[in-house]
């Protein structure tokens, strides 16, 4: 019998810087969307060269974990983000109802377990945020309804709860027609009397479920939440086809 050995060969700096990023990501420590610190900051945080750096930055980005955006800085992909949202570009432009509609089908699932998970998981500074945004929420209200962006942060701060990386990285590669099914439903909600209320109280309730750590209520409430958004897409879908 040939036995065929390699010769083992040390790491790189870079692989090693690699790895450490890959795990911060992985374990969700940094999420989708978040700032990567700068390579002059990674370099002294991890007492390396920023050529080293710089290196893994690229190794990382031609891997798809980061991107480098306009105006500067370097952030944390969504995973999933290219093979989901290209195929989906042009139906979100046109606000396709059908579209919409099944994608509330897939947030029933993904965020119902969210709150659930949420509810579990919560600590201080999770439930801190969600009081943050749900006073905002409550003071536009008062105005005449919120906007859909405090809205979209709301339930992206009950998937952060969640404590679960990939939970997020999948929401977050949805991001586009997540946000457009908020937008159309509240457009539509505000013009029926009532409905503001009724929404910031589905808020509300979502909220004190998961703060008083009651994971099957959490999950309900966002249940009955999603399937009023569910019958107004339907409405809107039914109100194309005639």
Same mark, same amino acid.
């Given at each position: 019998m040939t036995i065929v050995l390699k010769p083992i060969r040390p790491k790189k700096i870079s692989e090693e810087i690699v790895e450490q990023i890959?795990?911060?990501i992985s374990n969700g420590d940094l999420k989708p969307g978040d700032r990567v610190p700068s390579?002059?900051?990674?370099?002294?945080m991890l007492g390396v060269s920023r050529p080293?750096?710089?290196?893994?930055?690229?190794?990382?980005?031609?891997?798809?974990?980061?991107?480098?955006?306009?105006?500067? =800085?370097?952030?944390?992909?969504?995973?999933?983000?290219?093979?989901?949202?290209?195929?989906?570009?042009?139906?979100?432009?046109?606000?396709?109802?059908?579209?919409?509609?099944s994608l509330v089908e897939v947030r029933m699932g993904l965020e119902?377990?969210?709150a659930f998970l949420a509810a579990q998981r919560a600590d201080d500074d999770d439930l801190a945020e969600l009081r943050r945004i749900y006073a905002v929420m409550e003071k536009q209200a008062a105005? =005449?309804?919120w906007d859909s962006t405090v809205d979209a942060e709301f339930h992206y701060a009950i998937t952060a709860?969640? #404590?679960?990386?990939?939970?997020?990285?999948?929401?977050d590669?949805?991001?586009?027609?997540? #946000?457009?099914?908020?937008?159309?439903?509240?457009?539509?909600?505000?013009?029926?009397e009532g #409905?503001?209320?009724?929404?910031?109280?589905?808020?509300?309730?979502?909220?004190?479920?998961?703060?008083?750590?009651?994971?099957?209520?959490?999950?309900q409430k966002m249940m009955e939440h999603l399937a009023l958004v569910e019958d107004k897409m339907a409405q809107l879908l039914n109100d194309k086809d005639k």
């Open positions: 890959k795990g911060l390579e002059r900051e990674l370099a002294s080293s750096v710089r290196e893994a930055i690229m190794v990382l980005s031609a891997m798809g974990f980061l991107e480098a955006r306009q105006g500067g =800085g370097t952030f944390v992909r969504a995973l999933t983000e290219t093979s989901i949202m290209d195929p989906l570009a042009k139906l979100v432009e046109k606000k396709d109802p059908e579209l919409l509609r119902s377990w969210s105005r =005449g309804g709860a969640s #404590h679960n990386s990939l939970q997020m990285h999948v929401l590669s949805i991001h586009s027609i997540f #946000h457009a099914t908020i937008q159309v439903a509240l457009m539509e909600f505000y013009q029926e #409905h503001i209320q009724k929404l910031l109280t589905h808020h509300r309730e979502i909220m004190e479920a998961i703060a008083a750590h009651e994971p099957e209520l959490a999950r």
